[in-house]
């Protein structure tokens, strides 16, 4: 079940809704879920002609359902909806509530450094610690666990998570969201090699996170050399990705999950990289660009690119050659055809030479 | 030294594990370890005749060997046992001993809210939050540091490493070890996008995980949408893989690190997904597939698949693909060399032509 | 802006580096920048004649040049110095401090284990667990909310960031780094499959770290299944990657972000294994080889290997092979046309033959 928010009816559901109920209203529904993972008991949507195929094996107790829908192919009650898409969303939302606002204050098992502000309408959680000289400002929540360091400033409205880590001198916009395990301001990856020992380079910059920027999980974003690391405002990090020193993003990005953007890159405005993507140092990608999943970027990219590949290129190439190294055994055994023919065409002409000459 | 567990002899250890001691029984033997990287007073396994090459090497003061082994090639001191395996394990064990079994009740140093359900065989370790509603099972133990959020149930005999987070309302089943730095139940990443702006779309669900499943350290799962993310019974996950939100994982499945599966994919059962992999949102692996490392899976994959590459194709398509692209210099030097050869047939040929004309 | 320390003149940043003022000595300065990133009030580096492009568009209030620098180029205010780099680090400095010294001592909000030994001129910061027979070595800090486990040891001048874990026995030389989310000693990833159920294979040794390692944030290193995991001395690794149990690198190795090697691969010392690599188990890699972004390396490597691609092959031929790649569009049009040209020679031959038979 998933959910402790306890059980209703469909019928209810349908008062909820507004939706048209056919078959059981008495039916008891604890949940939603996606029509695949369905359990007895629980809501699913049907969410389009294609999902048809996957009727015939979900447990779902009910679906919801558009208006255009084939009643006669299903016995399952149904909630019949103008637009299956909001009653959907509706139900979620009686099974799975917004998490439960968090009370200002200071945890009394948090520790707040004397000389950190925090906002009286903020919320500092069980165990977590605040450096000296830090602010936190109005309505933002830490969670439990979480750690802010010495003069490092967070905005208004900011959720950081449990365990996420501020370090000192970062800076936080409003309406920033920190998912747990994120590192907001670990020391660049910078280091002189001499007579083959690597000495560390002092990384005294910062990361200044831009208003309404979200990250996932286990995210890692690290403080500049100098200067600031900077994530765009609106931008939305993915888990486990990495962003270095020096690097810059414009505002609305979209980073999927576990990619690198190596130090001083920097990205214009709504540029996307897809899922485990990689970018080199020191380059510039031009706003609007998409950057394919696991693609590997070695250079500068025009705005509105779309690359793919590794090293990238423009998509519609990498498209054509990821068709034609997949028939690479084809065309060497056609080039061994060739070959064959080509020497069996020689021994030919060579005889018709012989031939002539004998003429 | 590996270990803290004190300096015995290798007579002592010929007793432990019943195998046969040659040569000096007083040796001193302090920890065990891999031939190659052995110090002084450290006792290796001979793994098997292709390791002999490393004997010349080690720095091991004594070897486990197999009854088989030719003791002429050596004068190190020797075990010499029946099941060598099983011998050097039982060394290891006297070395590395399982973690000291955790003691019962809530250490003062935790923080767990009123309302919280912890059993009175559970432990609860320095640090550590539970927040209201949380249920912790018989005999779990939560290691220093982790968070078990609201509402969240953790069930029988699970370890929670030290800085593991467990979000609201996810749930756990029995005998479930996540490894320090995991997060379960993170919001998974997804965004309306109207006028440029990315919206955050209510994450609702939780993330389900069965019995026997363990994770790496630094692992991401994501909560539902709605609904719930599973990970099915018996399933491991290694280190910084990242499960996004809707996923479903059958039973005993091996998801090696640093794997990255997008959302409302979904896994049959003993599914391997070898490291660095990727696979897209919305598809499907049958059950038993082998996903090869670093490989791309852009669809739905039957049952029993092997796949390797990216995109994925059948693994023995994809070694000859790649096999012949290393090849490409040589074949495209042959292309250039029959385009040549070609070409001065054509002018044979017109020659021949001409001389036949002029017949 | 970037920094907290407060606003100085241009003239006094020509006092403290000795660099030479051009134009108005009262320019208010209030940080550094790169100059694609600066804002008005912030000092940037023109690093270099490659970056005399980025002019027009900087917002930075002066920079920093060389004195070859031709400064009719530009009618901003500048610091002429000798060398530049060193004069902007020292600016640099001025601006983001080197982190306060932590005090020594334990905080109350920290909990040491009685049987714990920390030496009394470390640092143990609020929120720490330090499990019962740790050892923390002299001038070590441990940053707030780190845990070091039962029997593990901590050189001296050691720093763990917030959040870090070092896990039980673990063993860490002296001026070790490790950034926040690290996780030294989980579990190694290890199962017998029994009948399609996999059996943990308990993972007995420990990870041991060199002197002067650094890590970066969220890094796994395992432990051994037995023996020991090691990190040679003066290794530095970035976030997010992933060393497998039993695995040795060798000293001064640079294993660059989301790297994984596979469980026993060992590397020689000064090895490069640059960003997103992959390495199998059971492998190992020479002294000074160098492995390219996301390449995956399927096999022992030759001291001195330079190599790139998945599989990864000698650099040269791979940077061959990947230009042919994106070329293969064309080749296959070649190949097309090619064999058109052929079969025509052929009809054409034929003719011939025809022809001569006709004599």
Same mark, same amino acid.
Request: glycine share 12%.
């Given at each position: 079940?998933?959910?402790?928010?306890?059980?209703?009816?469909?019928?209810?559901?349908?008062?909820?809704?507004?939706?048209?109920?056919?078959?059981?209203?008495?039916?008891?529904?604890?949940?939603?879920?996606?029509?695949?993972?369905?359990?007895? =008991?629980?809501?699913?949507?049907?969410?389009?002609?294609?999902?048809?195929?996957?009727?015939?094996?979900?447990?779902?107790?009910?679906? %919801?359902?558009?208006?255009?829908?084939?009643?006669?192919?299903?016995?399952?009650?149904?909630?019949?909806?103008?637009?299956?898409?909001?009653?959907?969303?509706?139900?979620?939302?009686?099974?799975?509530?917004?998490?439960?606002?968090?009370?200002?204050?200071?945890?009394?098992?948090?520790?707040?450094?004397?000389?950190?502000?925090?906002?009286?309408?903020?919320?500092?959680?069980?165990?977590? %610690?605040?450096?000296?000289?830090? %602010?936190?400002?109005?309505?933002?929540?830490?969670?439990?666990?979480?750690?802010?360091?010495?003069?490092?400033?967070? =905005?208004?409205?900011?959720?950081?998570?449990?365990? %996420?880590?501020?370090?000192?001198?970062?800076?936080?916009?409003?309406?920033?969201?920190?998912?747990?395990?994120?590192?907001?301001?670990?020391?660049?990856?910078?280091?002189?090699?001499?007579?083959?020992?690597?000495?560390?380079?002092?990384?005294?910059?910062?990361?200044?996170?831009?208003?309404?920027?979200?990250?996932?999980?286990?995210?890692?974003?690290?403080?500049?050399?100098?200067?600031?690391?900077?994530?765009?405002?609106?931008?939305?990090?993915?888990?486990? *990705?990495?962003?270095?020193?020096?690097?810059?993003? =414009?505002?609305?990005?979209?980073?999927?999950?576990?990619?690198?953007?190596?130090?001083?890159?920097?990205?214009?405005?709504?540029?996307?990289?897809?899922?485990?993507?990689?970018?080199?140092?020191?380059?510039?990608?031009?706003?609007? !660009?998409?950057?394919?999943?696991?693609?590997?970027?070695?250079?500068?990219?025009?705005?509105? !690119? &779309?690359?793919?590949?590794?090293?990238?290129?423009?998509?519609?190439?990498?498209?054509?050659?990821?068709?034609?190294?997949?028939?690479?055994?084809?065309? *060497?055994?056609?080039?061994?055809?060739? *070959?064959?023919? &080509?020497? !069996?065409?020689?021994?030919?002409?060579?005889?018709?030479?012989?031939?002539?000459?004998?003429?």
């Amino acid at each position: 079940m998933a959910s402790h928010a306890g059980t209703t009816t469909l019928a209810q559901l349908a008062d909820l809704t507004g939706a048209t109920l056919r078959g059981d209203g008495e039916t008891a529904i604890a949940g939603v879920a996606g029509m695949r993972n369905a359990r007895e =008991g629980e809501i699913a949507l049907l969410g389009g002609a294609r999902y048809i195929k996957h009727l015939a094996a979900t447990r779902a107790s009910a679906l %919801v359902v558009g208006q255009d829908f084939d009643t006669s192919v299903t016995e399952l009650p149904l909630l019949i909806a103008e637009t299956p898409d909001a009653a959907f969303e509706a139900i979620a939302a009686r099974f799975g509530p917004e998490p439960a606002p968090v009370e200002p204050g200071i945890h009394p098992r948090a520790f707040v450094a004397p000389d950190a502000t925090v906002d009286p309408t903020a919320s500092v959680g069980a165990g977590c %610690v605040v450096e000296a000289g830090a %602010v936190i400002g109005p309505r933002t929540a830490l969670l439990p666990l979480a750690f802010v360091g010495r003069d490092a400033r967070v =905005g208004a409205e900011c959720v950081l998570h449990p365990q %996420v880590a501020v370090l000192e001198r970062c800076v936080l916009g409003d309406r920033v969201v920190l998912h747990s395990g994120t590192v907001v301001g670990a020391d660049g990856f910078g280091y002189d090699t001499v007579d083959g020992v690597h000495q560390k380079v002092p990384q005294r910059g910062i990361v200044e996170v831009g208003d309404d920027v979200e990250t996932g999980a286990n995210v890692t974003i690290d403080r500049a050399r100098f200067g600031r690391t900077v994530i765009g405002r609106g931008t939305k990090i993915d888990n486990l *990705a990495q962003i270095a020193h020096n690097v810059s993003t =414009g505002e609305h990005c979209l980073i999927v999950a576990q990619v690198g953007v190596a130090g001083s890159t920097s990205l214009g405005h709504h540029v996307v990289l897809a899922a485990q993507a990689g970018l080199v140092g020191h380059i510039h990608i031009g706003d609007g !660009s998409i950057v394919g999943a696991k693609a590997g970027v070695p250079g500068d990219l025009e705005p509105g !690119s &779309i690359v793919l590949g590794a090293p990238a290129q423009d998509i519609r190439n990498e498209r054509r050659c990821m068709v034609l190294y997949q028939r690479l055994p084809d065309m *060497a055994r056609q080039a061994k055809q060739l *070959a064959k023919t &080509i020497e !069996s065409l020689e021994e030919r002409v060579r005889h018709l030479e012989g031939a002539s000459e004998d003429d």
